[in-house]
């Protein structure tokens, strides 16, 4: 009996490398089932991801770009599915704005509207550091109004101010400068090579995940032989690949000098890989060939933003991390639909829906991905996701501000349930000094009873990009710079027999 025509693809994709994965659905892929490998395109759609930052940041999401509507997914298609063989562009496609050696531009006359607005903002509520402005200085606060010329970036007050503090501001010039351009490279309207990933691999190729280029490499993706477009590349997927190299057996992080991680990591982490590596069962698509299979593996995103917007391109690399075990998603935050306001309005809460909670069910053939706007505390009193099991439970915090004066008290009521769970916990941090500061907080918080599972350290996975924070120019930040590990304690019962 012939096999349904998705079934078919998938049996024949599962036996090729993903090079040839990638070969056949450049000539075939209009011809592909729906599903079975959703065009990359969607990276195309230029979003710029606004780091996830603790309050007061959360004003520079109004600055960021809009997901392109659907419409324009539907018009790169053709394009990513037949690679070099794309049509001409159409008169409805965006056209390129900036070449390649023309990337550099101040931000308030930038050619980009997105740009301008975005220094118009720093203008009215970025502050001068100059130290006359100090809280010891003999000068009132005042915001920032001149650009340095090196770098296009309003930093400073004025011409003098920049000019006396100008030694300081070396120390951070050239990286605002490849900020700047960086930002216009994302905007410039050009063909994004490095957003179309791998697809899956095959069982006889190991995962290397010394560092990006290495886990580049043996996932098959396309050459990136350009700085600027890795710093692109990695942007977006620090996320997956962050939780995937914790997560994977063949994690860099050990119990070697400098590995980082502990024995008790060891323990939780080892549950966790028992689930995502499960052995061959000999199981087959007819009905002889049916077997048990475990549980979805769950990852709980807590206090979620941008990165629940991400491309679901860019999260499918997780399937293909794991491609012996399904996993389930969960987005969890009030801000959790934050750059999705095409999926407004939420679903209504319903007895079947309680939460509203919008999932999308086939991303993958092994990936679901939900998405709760609420408290992750208001869900955990409902028992909506009980019983929690270590062998397939994870929770994962994107820069929580765990430590920051303006977000610890969110987390005052979530971290005793966390730890009630017994899962791990990993949790990412934009510089070292808000990792220490979140680390430190929840040594405060709830001493004695937590485990460190991987000591903070810097994150081999982090993105290569710097970011901006609009409120302060002299503020630099890379998306998941850091990287480390808890859980709440176990307590062993041991027995004393009597005499």
Known sequence: MALPADLAARSALSRVCSHCSVSFRRQAGA????????????????????????????????????????????????????????????????KRVLEADDLFHSFTNSPIPEIRKRAAFMRQYARCNHPDHQPHGNLAPAHVDFECPDCGIPVSCSKEHWADDYEKHLEICD??????????????????????????????????MTNWDTFLYTRSFLAIDDDR??????????????????????????????GRLTAEGLKSFSAL????????????????GLRVEAPPVRLFILGARAESSLPRDVWVQLAHVFPGSRIHLIFIGPESMTNRDNEFPLPPRTATNPFGAIVEDRVWPTMKISTIVDYYHTLHKTGHFYPYDPYFDCFVMFHPGLGHPASSHEWVE????????????????????????DVAWVNKTAHGEFDMLLEPGENRFRSLRWDLNDLDPQDVSAGNWGVWAFRGKRYETTRKDSE
């Open 31 to 94: 011809r592909l089932p729906n599903g079975l490998f959703q065009a990359s395109q969607r990276q195309q759609q230029q979003r710029s991801v606004h780091s996830k930052c603790p309050p007061p940041r959360a004003a520079v999401d109004n600055n960021v770009p809009k997901p392109a509507p659907t419409s324009v997914t539907k018009r790169f298609s053709s394009g990513f599915a037949f690679g070099s063989n794309a049509p001409a562009p159409t008169k409805t496609e965006k």
């Open 175 to 208: 990286t605002l400068r490849q900020i700047n351009e960086d930002d216009h490279d994302l905007r410039s309207g050009r063909f994004f090579p490095e957003f179309e990933y791998a697809g899956p691999q095959i069982d006889e190729a190991l995962i290397n």
């Open 229 to 258: 477009s890795m710093r692109q590349a990695t942007r977006l997927l620090t996320y997956p690949v962050t939780i995937a190299s914790v997560l994977h057996e063949l994690s860099p992080y050990n119990l070697k000098s400098g």
């Open 273 to 288: 890989r028992y689930t995502l590596h499960p052995p061959k069962n000999g199981g087959g698509m007819d009905i002889k």
């Open 414 to 437: 979530t971290l005793p349930m966390l730890l009630e769970t017994k899962a791990p916990i990993i949790v990412t941090g934009y510089t070292q000094e808000d990792m220490e500061r």
